[in-house]
Nanobody, 125 residues
Framework: QVQLVESGGGLVPAGGSLRLSCAAS????????MGWFRQAPGKDRDFVSA????????EHADSVKGRFTVSRDNAKNTAYLQMNRLKLEDTGVYFC??????????????????WGQGTQVTVSS
């Protein structure tokens, strides 16, 4: 079992920045890929970013590329999502997710085994 807790969400003006954290407890965090997803009201949960267990590879959705950066600190059992130059369309609930042990990250939500409860990000005009 892996428990994930997101934090760092809030209200921010367009153009601003936020840093989300995902604190993990439980089994084998350092061996799991981590993903970030977001869900706007009335919409599907969409892929945002993902990172391999050793930070050797990361990827981002086209909509956030160049503005968001995913990272992790295995010593702290924490993953991060640095979000810069935020836009109104970045508003939503952001979730972190842990993949199966030893597997490369994927963009599909069904790949991930464990999910946090989400943190709200609201970008204002």
């Amino acid at each position: 079992q892996v428990q994930l807790v997101e934090s760092g969400g809030g209200l921010v003006p367009a153009g601003g920045s936020l840093r989300l954290s995902c604190a993990a407890s439980g089994r084998a965090f350092s061996s799991r890929s981590m993903g970030w997803f977001r869900q706007a009201p009335g919409k599907d949960r969409d892929f945002v970013s993902a990172i391999t267990w050793n930070s050797g590879f990361s990827e981002h959705a086209d909509s956030v590329k160049g503005r968001f950066t995913v990272s992790r600190d295995n010593a702290k059992n924490t993953a991060y999502l640095q979000m810069n130059r935020l836009k109104l369309e970045d508003t939503g609930v952001y979730f972190c997710a842990a993949g199966p042990v030893g597997r490369a990250p994927q963009r599909g939500a069904v790949f991930y085994e464990y999910w946090g409860q989400g943190t709200q990000v609201t970008v204002s005009s």
